[in-house]
């Protein structure tokens, strides 16, 4: 493996861990008041995007990247979804 190799997977593994922190804490505390929908939903078919892309070119570090995170992304988004709903169903 060359160093470009070593930059794309270094790069792909920090932007990557970088989404566990927040889908914990959103799984743990069922909090979604501070996550825009539009932007998580932009952003998750962005993801998706790049992983179409990396696969047409195969380049691994940007498909296993965007696997990962694109699994985050959409939990968090789904959780968006669900425990919005939640939130504002009738008492």
Partial sequence: MNYTEWI???AASLTTASFVPQAWL??????????????????TLGIALWLAYGLLI?????????IITL????????????F???????N
Avoid: H, Q
């Fill in 71 to 82: 699994v985050l992304a959409a939990s968090i988004l789904a959780m968006r979804l669900r």
């Fill in 8 to 10: 794309g997977y270094a």
């Fill in 58 to 66: 195969e380049a691994w570090p940007v498909v296993i990247a965007n």
């Fill in 84 to 90: 919005a709903r939640k939130a504002s169903a009738p």
């Fill in 26 to 43: 959103t799984f743990k505390t069922r909090d979604v008041s501070g996550i825009s929908l539009g932007m998580y939903s932009a952003f």
